[in-house]
């Protein structure tokens, strides 16, 4: 688990458009890693496996707004699943989140997605009861 390099962009794009194929265009792999890239770019992880070849088989964004850091876009590689790569990247990202002073992560998960909201319960996380609100701004880039 480590921080994104600008050589790693080819393979979290692919992966991210391999594992979110639904999302709609300004979820673009491409314009997400564009966006954190300027934001808290240190807080983009990626996960590889292998030695002299490794390849990158997950990534992670998470964000500090000086109040609460969050979560987003955990993906991990269908192929490389159920061997804990998930749990090490959301380790890695609470343990840089927690040196920047963030007392309490936040994530968002669809309703619908039982199956990743039990792999958050199995790393910690809570089923929260509130509701998500949020609207988007103009001029959205
Ligand atoms: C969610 C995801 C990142 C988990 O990655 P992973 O590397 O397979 O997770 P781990 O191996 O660390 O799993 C840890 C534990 O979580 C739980 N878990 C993981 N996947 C699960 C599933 N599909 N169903 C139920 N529990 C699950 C299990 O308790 C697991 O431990 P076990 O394998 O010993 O039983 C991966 O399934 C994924 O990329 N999903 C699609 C992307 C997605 O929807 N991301 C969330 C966006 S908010």
């Known amino acids: 688990m480590r921080a994104f390099r600008d050589g790693d962009r080819a393979a ?47 990534a992670v964004m998470a964000g500090y707004d000086g109040v609460r850091g969050w979560l987003y876009h955990l993906a991990i590689a269908p192929e490389h699943r159920r061997r804990g790569f998930g ?18 992560v936040n ?16 790393v910690g996380y809570e089923v929260e009861e509130r509701v998500s609100m949020g609207r988007r701004l103009e001029g959205e880039r």
């Open 107 to 122: 994530l968002q998960v669809r309703a619908s997605n039982r199956e990743v909201v039990a792999f958050y319960q199995s």
């Open 87 to 104: 749990a090490q990247l959301v380790r890695a990202a609470e343990a840089r989140l927690r040196t920047l002073g963030c007392s309490k």
């Open 12 to 58: 979290v794009e692919a992966l991210w458009a391999r594992v979110f194929p639904d999302e709609p265009p300004r979820n673009a792999p491409a314009l997400m890693l564009d966006h954190k890239l300027e934001v808290q770019s240190e807080l983009l992880l990626v996960g590889e496996v292998g030695g002299s070849d490794a390849a990158v088989v997950g």
